[in-house]
RNA sequence: GCCCCCGUAGCUCAGCUGGACAGAGCGUGGGACUUCUAAUCCCGUGGUCGCAGGUUCGAAUCCUGCCGGGGGCGCCA
């Protein structure tokens, strides 16, 4: 059942060698030996610096500490340990026969769609909360990496055991709303938007639909959520819930929240304000919840939102916000305190900013001036895979550059279609072989230890990393991390296609069954590592 | 002024809890299609990991300072 049974055991013997040697620090746990794959393959598969890391407290020479380490590893004949060699300043490198890879496709056969499922989360429910975009236009190319990344993040999650509910908050009350709905109005009878309105084409557009005689604010309202639905659903993003800060108005949860925060002691009145002592957690200033003139500022309502949230029993939420709204996560993090909660409950993604370009020169993404590029336009051009994955590839943490002549070229520079293209191909195998009359034959009569040749050997090892790729993507809420992983898999795929026919007929049919085999733990773990990323696995292209 | 993110090959970016000569794609130069899709594969080219200190047996990775770039510091959302 362990899927790193092999690390297992050499930790286990390691962890046991150490014992016998009697030193001071050893790992408590089998599971704390520190042990890696070397990048140089001269360096075995794996490599421990145990013998590094102790020599010194213990008074030791550490490449006598190591061959000391080797001699009772090499007395412990571990399974699959072909070698057991010290190198460089005291490592202990470990070189297996192949045959610890060949378990690899069975367990990726028997598990199929849940190969690489990790039980990491025990059952945590996070919440993650993501776009968020104001209901006063289409979301556009730069809402699409936080789109992106929160249901990727959101299926990670999931698929490494936490419990999690996606989440679009309406911010549908407010000035933006009347400034929106004031432009659509002006629009529909022929003028320019007011001072200060919305200035976009999409105005016009939408306002040409709106009947007559219709609330420009509600009907407005509608229309751009249907909207957002509507494109966020072609990018295969889907919440479980839209949650209407309206809502809360009508409920009383926000008065409510307001009485809660009173009673904990950490509001006070003052210049005819209601304050938010925030600066007793951390924020750098006090924060206004109600205005002089009696209104609420997005403050109230948003921690109402966060408070209701933590009622519905969630227990982690994640917020996936811009960089432009990164200052106001101390305060978010005061407030979360301020309703007795731990400012850990709260994890807040900022997403760098993307910047467009077209032509070499950066396109701007402002609503007001309304040089907009749509996500819909976005995925017209190119689809939604290709958006996805182009967004999907490097850490939120890095502004990130989108050539816009690029991913719609649709050229070989577009990571997409190398990726679907390592999963076609292995799906054409079986086309062709059905055509040609070829037949599997079950698993378990076929001997893998056949595979030998370096491609076979590369496919193996990459299907190996998927359950810590998948562990690190949902520890460090990371799941560019996936696409990497999925990348380096193509690119194994494609290698071995080149040079390891299964069909061809001077193909022994033991090495067909057995390269048939590792094809189809292939694309099962192509297909797993997409699912993630909610990118399609098409079975042609 | 204070806070956050980034600064790795000509370009766009990976680099896991520090590890053994720094990687990928694109670009560029040269090869491979009577054979399961050449949207592929192979070989070559290309880097003072922003700079300077520090911790460590060992630093692209951790700490400090500085220099660049981006973003933010409202009784606006």
Same mark, same amino acid.
């Given at each position: 059942?362990?899927?790193?049974?092999?690390?297992?055991?050499?930790?286990?013997?390691?962890?046991?060698?150490?014992?016998?040697?009697?030193?001071?620090?050893?790992?408590?746990?089998?599971?704390?030996?520190?042990?890696?794959?070397?990048?140089?393959?001269?360096?075995?598969?794996?490599?421990?610096?145990?013998?590094?890391?102790?020599?010194?407290?213990?008074? *030791?020479?550490?490449?006598?500490?190591?061959?000391?380490?080797?001699?009772?590893?090499?007395?412990?004949?571990?399974?699959?340990?072909? =070698?057991?060699?010290?190198?460089?300043?005291?490592?202990?490198?470990?070189?297996?026969?192949?045959?610890?890879?060949?378990?690899?496709?069975?367990?990726?056969?028997?598990?199929?769609?849940?190969?690489?499922?990790?039980?990491?989360?025990?059952? *945590?429910?996070?919440?993650?909360?993501?776009?968020?975009?104001?209901?006063?236009?289409?979301?556009?190319?730069?809402?699409?990496?936080?789109?992106?990344?929160? #249901?990727? $993040?959101?299926?990670?999650?999931?698929?490494?055991?936490?419990?999690?509910?996606?989440?679009?908050?309406?911010?549908?009350?407010?000035?933006?709303?009347?400034?929106? !709905?004031?432009?659509? !109005?002006?629009?529909?009878?022929?003028?320019?938007?007011?001072?200060?309105?919305?200035?976009?084409?999409?105005?016009?557009?939408?306002?040409?639909?709106?009947?007559?005689?219709?609330?420009?604010?509600?009907?407005?309202?509608?229309?751009?959520?249907?909207?957002?639905?509507?494109?966020?659903?072609?990018?295969?993003?889907?919440?479980?819930?839209?949650?209407?800060?309206?809502?809360?108005?009508?409920?009383?949860?926000?008065?409510?929240?307001?009485?809660?925060?009173?009673?904990?002691?950490?509001?006070?009145?003052?210049?005819?304000?209601?304050?938010?002592?925030?600066?007793?957690?951390?924020?750098?200033?006090?924060?206004?919840?109600?205005?002089?003139?009696?209104?609420?500022?997005?403050?109230?309502?948003?921690?109402?939102?966060?408070?209701?949230?933590?009622? *519905?029993?969630?227990?982690?939420?994640?917020?996936?916000?811009?960089?432009?709204?990164?200052?106001?996560?101390?305060?978010?993090?005061?407030?979360?305190?301020?309703?007795?909660?731990?400012?850990?409950?709260?994890?807040?993604?900022?997403?760098?900013?993307?910047?467009?370009?077209?032509?070499?020169?950066?396109?701007?993404?402002?609503? @007001?001036?309304?040089?907009?590029?749509?996500?819909?336009?976005?995925?017209?051009?190119?689809?939604?895979?290709?958006?996805?994955?182009?967004?999907?590839?490097?850490?939120?943490?890095?502004?990130?550059?989108?050539?816009?002549?690029?991913?719609?070229?649709?050229?070989?520079?577009?990571?997409?279609?190398?990726?679907?293209?390592?999963?076609?191909?292995?799906?054409?195998?079986? @086309?062709?072989?059905?055509?040609?009359?070829?037949?599997?034959?079950?698993?378990?009569?076929?001997?893998?230890?056949?595979?030998?040749?370096?491609?076979?050997?590369?496919?193996?090892?990459?299907?190996?990393?998927?359950?810590?790729?998948?562990?690190?993507?949902?520890?460090?809420?990371?799941?560019?991390?996936?696409?990497?992983?999925?990348?380096?898999?193509? =690119?194994?795929?494609?290698?071995?296609?080149?040079?390891?026919?299964? $069909?061809?007929? #001077?193909?022994?049919?033991?090495?067909?069954?057995?390269?048939?085999? $590792?094809?189809?733990?292939?694309?099962? =773990?192509?297909?797993?590592?997409?699912?993630?990323?909610?990118?399609?696995?098409?079975?042609?292209?």
């Amino acid at each position: 059942m362990p899927v790193d049974s092999v690390e297992n055991t050499i930790r286990t013997a390691v962890a046991t060698a150490l014992g016998e040697v009697g030193l001071e620090g050893l790992p408590s746990r089998p599971a704390e030996v520190h042990l890696e794959r070397p990048a140089n393959p001269d360096h075995g598969d794996f490599s421990t610096n145990v013998a590094l890391a102790l020599a010194k407290r213990n008074g *030791r020479n550490p490449r006598e500490l190591a061959a000391e380490l080797v001699g009772l590893l090499e007395a412990a004949d571990l399974a699959h340990v072909e =070698g057991i060699e010290i190198a460089g300043p005291g490592f202990v490198n470990f070189r297996l026969a192949p045959t610890w890879l060949h378990e690899r496709i069975g367990l990726v056969v028997a598990e199929g769609s849940g190969y690489g499922r990790s039980g990491m989360g025990g059952g *945590r429910r996070v919440l993650v909360e993501f776009v968020s975009a104001n209901p006063t236009g289409p979301v556009h190319a730069g809402h699409a990496r936080g789109a992106t990344y929160g #249901d990727a $993040l959101a299926r990670v999650l999931e698929f490494a055991g936490f419990e999690v509910g996606r989440e679009f908050y309406i911010n549908d009350r407010g000035v933006q709303m009347k400034t929106y !709905a004031d432009s659509l !109005a002006a629009r529909a009878a022929g003028e320019d938007p007011p001072e200060g309105g919305y200035m976009g084409a999409y105005i016009s557009e939408w306002a040409s639909e709106m009947p007559e005689g219709a609330d420009p604010l509600e009907w407005g309202y509608e229309f751009a959520l249907a909207e957002q639905r509507r494109v966020l659903g072609a990018l295969n993003v889907e919440f479980d819930r839209w949650f209407s800060e309206r809502d809360m108005v009508a409920t009383g949860a926000i008065e409510t929240t307001l009485e809660d925060l009173r009673d904990r002691g950490v509001v006070e009145d003052r210049d005819g304000a209601v304050w938010l002592r925030s600066t007793d957690y951390g924020d750098d200033k006090d924060r206004v919840l109600v205005k002089s003139d009696g209104e609420f500022t997005y403050l109230l309502p948003d921690i109402a939102y966060h408070r209701d949230k933590f009622s *519905r029993g969630w227990q982690l939420l994640v917020n996936v916000w811009g960089a432009d709204h990164h200052g106001y996560v101390p305060r978010m993090k005061a407030a979360v305190q301020s309703l007795g909660h731990d400012p850990d409950d709260l994890e807040v993604v900022i997403t760098q900013l993307v910047r467009l370009e077209r032509e070499g020169s950066e396109v701007k993404i402002s609503k @007001r001036s309304g040089d907009l590029v749509t996500l819909e336009e976005l995925i017209d051009e190119v689809g939604a895979d290709a958006v996805r994955l182009t967004y999907l590839l490097q850490s939120v943490d890095s502004p990130q550059t989108v050539d816009l002549d690029l991913i719609v070229a649709q050229s070989n520079e577009n990571p997409v279609f190398y990726v679907q293209m390592a999963n076609a191909r292995l799906n054409s195998i079986d @086309r062709v072989a059905t055509e040609r009359g070829f037949e599997r034959l079950p698993l378990a009569g076929v001997d893998l230890s056949v595979l030998t040749h370096e491609r076979e050997l590369a496919v193996m090892r990459v299907l190996h990393e998927l359950p810590a790729v998948v562990e690190l993507a949902a520890r460090e809420r990371a799941p560019h991390k996936v696409t990497t992983w999925v990348r380096e898999l193509a =690119g194994a795929v494609h290698g071995f296609y080149h040079d390891c026919p299964i $069909l061809s007929p #001077d193909t022994p049919e033991e090495l067909r069954q057995a390269r048939w085999w $590792l094809a189809e733990s292939a694309r099962i =773990g192509l297909r797993v590592g997409l699912d993630l990323l909610g990118v399609s696995a098409p079975e042609a292209m």
